[in-house]
């Protein structure tokens, strides 16, 4: 418990630094002299170890104990609790989707220390390895479970693409994001389209259209870390470059989603021509609608941190105040989650399967923009010590201000990540790639969108006064895919699966095959290309 009138921490809850004696010999007469020679290179403000099992050694072997001991705890718990039929071993559905996350998680960290590529990328490959080493099998109810998982994964890269977005940033920036989101995405998704019909057999313009919007969404869940480590380190800022890629990123998903859904709901949908145009309008008009009144109402509901109600914690009293704006964070976050997954579930159920998604990406960025003007406006009359963002330690996180439920949702993402790659690997069969022929056609389908993609982002920044370099960079920065398409692709498979014919269930197959070998061939280069060329392609700010 806290003290409320006290103005200092309690012990318990002081950094270790400020436990550790001024002269560095402690109370139990080891001083820094008896310890080893390595330790003389510290600086000032490191933590020393306090007892041996702090060392690094010791406390790595723990830290890896603790992640076994969890995981056996989990598999026990579901094994004692569950029929054995599903915790068979092959064979278990649920030891299927457990195998699947854990082996994803841990491959992700694995292929990240080691080789230095995205953890997506291990994850990715986790799930191709388990599924075609007969370890991957589920059915029944655990397939619900699967698809669950997926709607959940994408109302969470939609609410975080609408959170991301900034309102001030995008007036400032809106002729350049504009041109930027829009031209390359829809060329890419054009080219593709063209190509996959030209080449694909039985490939129908409507699933080429599919598979044209899956390939044309950048991934901001690798642009983002990259341009912030560059923002760190000054790279990028004279000019607002990471800015520019940042507001834009957001909006091309938004792009290319919509237009997804669009051309699925399309493609499943009975009437004429004529009838699935006046759906596709009518159903951006309710997602608009939903997605404005129920950002709006967010902005009230619940009450700021510094409404009446609140019993006042005295100004120096920062932990309370942190309290405060986190039980505030996660009412809001619990609201804009749940509601915006009731949108994007209940709208499919009543037929508007586009305005689910318009209204995720809408109400977080009216709500969002909503916080962060009552929290200047606040600050600017008469409190600037009570902000809702106090509790982001994170420096990135600190220049969103007013958006601590953003990092709630990247928590959130970073849970469900292991299971949307890794489920999407499993949907890769090695004998449904009839050798290296669907290999290849999906190489050349993506390589030409990423072609058109490229000269259509070089058109769309020239004339606003970035150099060669800093052109080149976007074009780099624009690469990578992994999020979106993991997510899409198998939407679209599980809809052709539950909705289509044998014909529409293998164009969903070739969809999702496509849509990992773009992964696989972008994602690298793009992490790796903006980690590489960055400080050699942008000017260093003072």
Do not use: H
């Not at 690798?222 to 480590?229: A, D, K, S």
């Not at 834009?248 to 145009?277: H, Q």
């Not at 010590?385 to 990247?410: A, H, M, W």
């Amino acid at each position: 418990m806290v003290d409320s009138a006290g103005s200092s921490d309690p012990p318990e809850e002081q950094p270790l630094q400020q436990l550790q004696p001024s002269d560095g010999a402690g109370d139990d007469g080891q001083g820094r002299s008896d310890r080893d020679g390595d330790d003389d290179d510290r600086t000032a403000g490191d933590v020393v170890a306090m007892a041996w099992c702090d060392d690094r050694l010791p406390a790595t072997a723990a830290n890896v104990a603790a992640t076994i001991v969890g995981v056996a705890l989990a598999w026990s718990l579901l094994y004692v609790n569950v029929s054995p039929e599903l915790m068979a071993v092959p064979g278990g559905s649920l030891s299927s989707i457990f195998m699947l996350y854990v082996t994803g998680a841990v491959a992700g960290r694995l292929i990240n220390r080691i080789v230095g590529l995205p953890p997506r990328f291990g994850m990715l490959l986790a799930g191709i390895a388990l599924q075609n080493a007969g370890l991957y099998t589920v059915t029944g109810w655990c397939s619900q479970l699967v698809s669950f998982i997926r709607e959940v994964s994408l109302a969470v890269t939609l609410i975080n693409g609408g959170l991301e977005l900034d309102a001030i940033q995008l007036r400032r920036l809106s002729g350049v994001v504009a041109k930027l989101t829009l031209l390359p995405c829809i060329a890419e998704a054009a080219t593709s389209a063209i190509a996959a019909y030209l080449i694909l057999p039985d490939f129908s313009w409507q699933w080429s259209l599919a598979l044209g919007f899956t390939l044309s969404a950048v991934s901001p869940a690798i642009l983002v870390p990259g341009l912030f480590q560059l923002k760190r380190l000054g790279y990028g800022e004279v000019k607002g470059v990471n800015t520019l890629l940042i507001a834009a990123s957001s909006l091309d998903n938004i792009v290319s989603i919509s237009a997804f859904r669009i051309v699925i709901g399309n493609i499943f949908m009975t009437g004429s021509v004529a009838s699935k145009i006046i759906q596709g309008f009518v159903d951006v008009s309710i997602g608009t609608m939903m997605g404005v009144v129920w950002g709006f109402f967010l902005i009230f509901v619940p009450p700021s941190p510094w409404a009446m109600i609140y019993k006042k914690p005295k100004t120096e009293n920062m932990i309370a105040l942190q309290r405060l704006n986190r039980l505030i964070t996660a009412k809001r976050s619990f609201l804009l989650g749940t509601g915006g997954f009731l949108a994007m579930t209940g709208s499919r159920w009543y037929g508007y399967p586009v305005a689910g998604p318009l209204a995720c990406i809408i109400s977080a960025f009216v709500a969002s923009t909503g916080w962060r003007w009552r929290l200047k406006m606040q600050n600017d009359r008469n409190n600037p010590t009570i902000s809702v963002d106090d509790n982001c330690d994170d420096e990135d996180y600190r220049d969103l201000q007013g958006k601590p439920v953003e990092k709630v949702f990247e928590y959130v993402w970073d849970g469900l990540q292991p299971s949307v790659f890794a489920f999407l690997g499993t949907d890769i069969k090695f004998e449904l790639l009839k050798g290296f022929d669907m290999v290849l056609v999906g190489l050349l389908v993506v390589t030409f969108g990423i072609a058109v993609r490229m000269i259509f982002t070089t058109c769309s920044v020239l004339g606003t006064g970035f150099s060669r370099k800093e052109i080149i960079f976007v074009n780099i920065s624009w690469l990578p895919k992994a999020t979106i398409q993991a997510i899409l692709a198998p939407f679209a498979f599980d809809v052709a699966k539950d909705l289509g014919t044998a014909v529409d269930v293998e164009c969903g197959n070739r969809l999702v095959t496509i849509a990992v070998i773009s992964i696989l061939l972008t994602a690298p280069i793009g992490a790796i290309g903006i980690k590489l060329f960055g400080p050699r392609l942008l000017p260093r700010a003072n």
